[in-house]
């Protein structure tokens, strides 16, 4: 079986205002072209299909356009979860639709799906967080576990634990007993497959993922994966990258598109997978094209902004604008800049003062939450908060975040 892993599409996402949905209908073009190509038999989404919970209706007309010239009338099946940025609901609303294209969609952990036709592939046996599907003579079980928060985690393991003790266990832990609970499903005649949209220890973030973790307490540790799995697909970290301590079987495929300035120092790639039941995949990489790229810009002056706006206004490309100045950049100033050079996203000047001393004006944006709170309290108190304080602010956002996706 050839399985290609991708993830967090994040259809309708903006760059500090910007849409980058012309983009990312270039990236589904070519990705389209990139399974046919590639004779792939099974497309695994690993969460953050759309950027948020209701997304533009042009976001929507993609997706669904995409997935259908990826089924190929049948012949072809995408498997599809939900991430921490997609409403769960709406991402499955036309499941039932999508099941004749070979289309399967899973909500949430406690998702089931119909068994029967997908297609024209077979799903054979399904419960909560597994499916075994059957497709050119080949079984796969398929273990999933679409963002499991909190309550969701909740929902599906508190009705299997006996005492108190077993419901106080980390999140970590639940997740691990999650999934040993599910790989029983696996077997030697079967291609054994995890799917999961979280965030691993160890793992490297990217800069533009919302966070699915608080204070630590919503890290999982590698060894939580299925030992018996040949292959983890996961979602969440922009950047692609393997888990440490899975024997190289659990990765990351990243976001498709660079989504913020500090993912544009790494490439965009898929996984492309070839396994059979009871070997050792083969797994190949496979990278994206930049459509439109983030740049850096810095500049010594105001003079030699306007001049680097004026030399490079045909380009193609966002940008970020660096200043070195002794004084604040004047309104007609930025103005000529923007009017230069299009796609300009934010000016940043770096003030050096009499003591030569540079200030860096660059917004919160770029901060955790966390670190905000910490650089706030620091600045109030002069001591650093206790571990305890962070933990319990980080606790009640959390609480707010589950809130909202109850409503």
């Known amino acids: 079986m050839r399985i290609l892993h991708t993830s967090d599409w994040h259809l309708g996402k903006n760059l500090e205002g910007y849409s980058r949905m012309d983009e990312q209908e270039a990236f589904l073009n070519d990705f389209i072209d990139i399974v ?74 406690k998702s089931v799906v119909d068994v029967g036709e997908y297609g024209n592939h077979r799903i054979i046996d399904s419960g909560e967080g597994f499916i075994e599907i059957e497709m050119n003579g080949e079984k796969a079980v398929i273990l999933s576990v679409p963002y499991p928060s909190e309550k969701r985690l909740n929902e599906v393991l508190y009705e299997a634990m006996d005492d108190e003790e077993e419901r106080l266990k980390s999140y970590g832990d639940r997740i691990k007993m999650l999934f040993d609970s599910l790989k029983e499903k696996y077997r030697d005649d079967t291609i054994n497959i995890a ?92 990278e994206f094209k930049v459509y439109k790229p983030i740049e850096i810009w810095k500049c010594e002056s105001i003079e030699h902004a306007i001049k680097k706006c004026e030399e490079n206004k045909e380009m193609h490309c966002w940008v970020y604008l660096e200043i070195t100045t002794d004084r604040y950049i004047r309104e007609d100033e930025i103005k000529l800049m923007k009017n230069t050079k299009s796609d300009i996203l934010e000016i940043t000047p770096k003030i050096i003062g009499e003591d030569l001393v540079e200030i860096d004006m660059s917004s919160f944006s770029e901060k955790s939450f966390e670190d905000i709170f910490k650089d706030f309290y620091m600045k109030e108190r002069n001591v650093e908060p206790q571990k305890e304080v962070v933990d319990i602010l980080l606790s009640v956002l959390q609480e707010g975040e589950e809130d909202n996706e109850a409503n």
């Open 36 to 109: 046919k190509n590639n004779n792939i038999d099974l497309i695994i989404i690993a969460g953050d299909v759309y950027d948020g919970p209701n997304p533009p209706a042009r976001a929507e007309k993609m997706f669904y356009d995409t997935l259908k010239k990826l089924s190929c009338n049948g012949e072809r099946l995408t498997l599809v979860i939900a991430g921490n940025h997609d409403n769960p609901d709406r991402l499955i609303a036309a499941g039932p639709l999508a099941k004749d294209h070979g289309i399967i969609m899973l909500g949430t952990p």
């Open 195 to 286: 799917v999961s949209h979280l965030f691993a220890m160890g793992s490297e973030e990217a800069g533009s993922e919302r966070n699915v973790q608080l204070g630590g307490s919503f890290i999982v540790d590698g060894s939580c994966f299925p030992d018996n799995a040949q292959y983890v697909a996961l979602g969440h970290v922009h950047k692609p990258q393997i888990v440490p301590g899975t024997k190289k079987k659990a990765r990351y495929a990243g976001s498709p598109i660079h989504y913020n300035k500090k993912e544009i120092s790494f490439k965009k790639k898929c996984f492309i997978v070839d396994v059979k039941a009871g070997e050792e995949c083969n797994i190949e990489e496979f």
